[in-house]
Structures are given as C-alpha cells and as structure tokens.
C-alpha cells in the first residue's frame, strides 16, 4: 500500500523583532497536478503569527494523497500585509505519511513582503533528510517507486559490500568497503507491496542499504546509524524452501544489513571486518 498523507504543519522562526497580526497568510500545499491536498488560512482563525517562534500549525488535509504525487508537488506561502510588513524568516514544513513515516524539510532566510508576497516550493528540493552534512532529497529513494499492488523494482546487489541497496535513483550510496556501492552485474530485484512475511525492513536514506528496523538502529557506513526516514515497510519471505526467486540471502546482526552470503565472502560490514550470518534466517529476494 502506498503511504497517504495523514497530517501537516509549519513552524516559523522570525529574524526579527516586528509583530505581524494585521498579515493575511495562507500556506497551501499541492500535489504534482496543482491539487490542494493540505491548507491553512488565517481567516480560519488558528493562524495568528504574532511571536518569534509560531507553530507547529496544522494545515487543514483536504486530499489524502500518495506520498509518490505528494514528492512531486509544491509549497506555497503568501502573505498579504497591511501596510509595509516585511517577513523575515526560517519555516519547518512536516508531512506525516499513514505508514508512521515523516517527510520534513527547513527553508532559511526567506523575506516575504508587499512587493513579493508570494514564494512557491517544490517538495522534492525541500523535503530533506541529513546524509553526511549534505543535504539529499527524499525523493532520491525508493518512496516514489512504489505503487499500489505494484513490485518496486531498481534494487541491485553490491559486489563490494554484498549488501541489497536502492540503486533506482542513481544515488550510488556509501559503501563499507569505502565510495559507491556498485552492481556492475547484478540482477534487478523486485519487492511486492503486498507480500506477506517479515516486516520492518527499511530502506537507509543515507548509505542506501536494506536493513532491519524492527532493532535499535545500527551502525551506517556513511556515518552515525542508519536512518529509515522516508522508507516504506518492506516484508521479506524468510525461511520458506518453496518461494520463488533468489534465497541465500542473509540478516547481518552487527549492522543489521541484508547480505548475500552466497560467495566466498559474506562482505565489507560497517561495523567492521565482514558481514555475520548468525542468527539469521535465510531470505528468498525476488529477482
Ligand atoms: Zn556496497
Ligand atoms: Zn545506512
Ligand atoms: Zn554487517
């Protein structure tokens, strides 16, 4: 099932000192066919930005729409000020999705006025997540790849690492065994949206890996842990002889990747020395 969206608000932070009751606001968000799928109005009456820090205020869902056509629409504020109003600020757009997963991103030193009181944002540049200091878009992974009842394909096996990551948006990730990972060779592998099996594995926005979320997070090779931001809910067949597809496919206990352990050696592991297979069930990937 693709993940709807289910909430949305703003926060601002002003950069300076002035009040700003008499401005009409109004913050729309829309998808890619300019649907207004979240909106809040200050002639609703629960808009009233008057302070230096204002919200979360929560936008009004009008469109329950797929985070896939959501990624690709835009953000708008527009301001109507009495007078010479001048905004100068810093907002937090967050969409909470129906899977629990949460797309966020920050818009520094933007200045609304009389003389320009319209500024429009595509999601996907400013839907973010941290990746090394860099900024990186969500949209980069495979949250647009899933439809409904559909497999996502453009998954690649790593030959340096033996890791399964998302190789669909040309973001060749960071690899244990140090750069990109490379599939030179690999199959494409598929995942259903609607197979039944394990939950709870995710897509790792930062280094690209699948790796178990059901744990506390784990060690990530592009730094820190991983993170599973922006990740659907994969479901892996586990331990059953008569699937269909590629089996041999392993659950590292150290880092918590999915690795192939069916060459000489099971991988670079972030955590150090290679990949364990102890413990693990053996996973069937369709391929
Ligand atoms: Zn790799
Ligand atoms: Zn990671
Ligand atoms: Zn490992």
Redesign the pocket.
Known sequence: MAARLAQASVSFHFNDDDKYDDTHVTLTVRDVNGLVCAQVDSDYGHLNVVQKDEGPFGLVILNRQTSDLLQNGNFTIRITPNGHDTWRFNFDLVLALSDGSTLSGRVQGLELSRNNQQQEFELQRLLSVERHGQEISVADGPAGYFQEGDLQSGWRR??????M?FAGSGNG?I???GG???SDGSGDYLFDGGASGQHDWRWCNK?Q?LHFGGVQPSVC?AGGLHSSTGSADYVLINNDPGALGQSGWNWCQKCQVLHFAGEESL??CASGGTHSSDGSGNYTLLD
């Not at 790593?158 to 890791?163: A, E, M, R, S, T």
């Open positions: 790593c030959l340096k690492c033996q890791g990551y990730g690899c244990a065994v990109e990972h490379a280094c890996l090779a991988g670079a």
